[in-house]
């Protein structure tokens, strides 16, 4: 079975700053934001992984990280996660 994931990043050096996203692959996804190769996460490395959630299904997957990424769902994530 395949699975499509939604994960939080938190930066090791900046403890408050944090990045959500969607990967196929977790852990080449969490190396290619450590090597630098993301814009918006290069200025924070290291990162690790503060929490992933395996979907089976792309579109819910796709849909929960949009959500992750709106102000509701920053607050839900601070709050829950």
């Given at each position: 079975?395949?699975?499509?994931?939604?994960?939080?990043?938190?930066?090791?050096k900046w403890?408050?700053?944090?990045?959500?996203?969607?990967?196929?692959?977790?852990?080449?996804?969490?190396?290619?934001?450590?090597?630098?190769?993301?814009e918006?996460?290069?200025?924070f490395?290291?990162w690790k992984?503060k929490?992933?959630?395996a979907f089976?299904?792309?579109?819910?997957?796709?849909e929960f990280?949009?959500?992750?990424?709106?102000?509701a769902?920053?607050?839900?994530a601070?709050?829950?996660?």
């Amino acid at each position: 079975m395949k699975f499509f994931y939604v994960y939080i990043l938190q930066s090791k050096k900046w403890l408050q700053r944090f990045y959500s996203g969607f990967t196929e692959n977790l852990n080449k996804r969490l190396a290619h934001h450590n090597d630098g190769c993301c814009e918006f996460t290069r200025p924070f490395r290291p990162w690790k992984i503060k929490i992933a959630v395996a979907f089976s299904d792309r579109n819910q997957a796709l849909e929960f990280e949009r959500y992750l990424k709106t102000g509701a769902g920053r607050a839900f994530a601070r709050k829950r996660l």
